[in-house]
């Protein structure tokens, strides 16, 4: 199967690129993101085929279906990861929480959070393809908490690849920077920086059109990739887990094979929903897909009214940072998936240069077909925490968002599967806060707390990180960012 881009092509670029290309040089025509030419169709065994199928046999035909040029060995060596999760069985389990809800849990990797469901695999990936070629790769990746460990954490000491994650410093939870600067592999560098995440985000963009980056990279014969959702390699693995999640209701007798379900996805750059829109247009049986946002309402604002604007809208922190976007990247492929790469070009060239626009009558309509949405502020937030963990559900701030699209966006009485993308130890202070109606404690205490009212254990790899000795202890002003990436790249030649 070839990629094609979201924009169309400039005549100058190919016009069609084979996945492996689409991996390892993700920028396109009129900067736009590779999408697929066509979406395979499951066919009508599929699902029964693969009702009791291992989550790796499942993969592998998913990505079969795709007919990724990956070698078989490689693919193996990806799935493997899966097995490094707490259940070498079975990555994703999926938890009754209410008579017709359920939670899909994503978390269960090495960083807690769902970022390693598609970065696990990845990571082995896109080292191969580097090995292959005979080529070294420089990942630059800025994170609000969750993407830079997952990054760091498959990437290490992995052939041809180096990895340079700024995070900002103070604007992630503690457990999410000791799971950065702890990171001691020598193709890593973790730089923490003076601001916020957009600056964190801003300094990225700069560096990749800074000249003199650039040269150094050319002379050092070193190539760029990115790790984030707009790399279609992620986005194929966040299509697996939809697939594997109907079927494990099945398996447990809650649902019958065929029926139509909700998809329940809290969302900020929309990488997760996306892989849900392509399994629904695979043929998995989904009603639609509710997307749940925090108080940046962006998404909701989109899918409820058509009309994407920013000329109003500030970034709001939120007890759910990973949502806390405004640029939502994956919605150019849904433009593009419902109305072609003619439209999809003209509405991300009119939001950049005016920060909005509106979609047709019709085509909102479209959209509404697939979509329906609602956001949830952090004080509906903690009391869904609350209210559900008295029913016997320890959830994540992000988690929580999906409770009210759940109450208030499903249309039909149909079950639900909400994901869960981050474990509590990961947001330990807003939970607790949730729980105790204590404010203000560190993670440290946070975690002890929740462990207490919760009676559960800590998991020894967060419980490690306070004594693990901290390897990466630069933070620097954001014009440093550069002379520190570079004075990496030289003291760690390829
Ligand atoms: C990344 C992330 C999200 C948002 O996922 P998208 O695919 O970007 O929409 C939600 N929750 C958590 C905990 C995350 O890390």
New binding site residues.
Partial sequence: MQFIESRGNDGIRPSAVSFSSAILEPLCSFGGIYVPEQLPDLGDDFLQQHKDSSYQILARAVLAAFQVDIDEDVITAALDRYTLFDDPENPVPVVKVRDDLYVSELYHGATR???DMALQPFGVVLSSLAQQRDEEYLILTATS???GPAALETFKNRANVKVACLYPDGGTSDVQRLQMVTESADNLKVIGIHGNFDDAQHALKSLLSSAAFKATLREKDIHLSAAN?VNFGRIIF?LIYHIHSYLELVRQGEISLGEMIYLD?????????LGGFYAMQMGLPVEKILIASNQNNILTQLIKTGHYDLRHSSLIATT?P??D?LI?S?IERILFALFGARRAKALMLQLSNERHYALTATELQELQRYFAADFCTDEEGKDYIKQVFATGYLM?P?TATCFKAYETAREKPLKTIAYS??EWT?FSPTIASALTGEQGARDSDALAAIARAADIAIPESIQALFDKPITQDVVVDKENIEAEILAFLAHHPA
């Fill in positions: 959070a769902f970022k908490g969750d993407t959702s966040q996805v809290p969302s900020g750059n929309f990488g997760n929903a759910s990973a949502m976007i939502s994956n994540d992000h993308t981050a990961k």
